[in-house]
């Protein structure tokens, strides 16, 4: 699963450069999938409180019903998600260092 926090974290940071319109709904269909797929693994793992960011997060990005957030509000937006992902990331590396 780590490897969905690195592909998203590099769509998302691509966001702060100026890009043509279809890569942000392009980005907000892919995340919103990786996310509600990443909320189901975690479900399923019993890691529910980590699944409930990623059903928010999948909320805030799906592409159906768009919120006008302004392109600064977003690129922060997508800076903290980069960062909650890193940390997951991380997170997710030293668990599977520690259980070999």
Known sequence: MSYLYVII???LLLCLF?????YYTFVRFISMSTFIYLCIKHFK???????????????????FFKL?????LWNLVDVMVVG????LFIKEGTNADSQK
């Open 9 to 11: 974290s590099v769509l």
């Open 68 to 72: 006008a957030l302004g392109r600064i």
């Open 18 to 22: 100026p890009m043509p319109y279809g």
């Open 45 to 63: 793992n019993k890691q529910g409180s980590i699944g409930f960011i990623f059903i928010s997060l999948a909320l805030l990005f799906q592409p």
């Open 84 to 87: 909650i992902l890193i940390l």
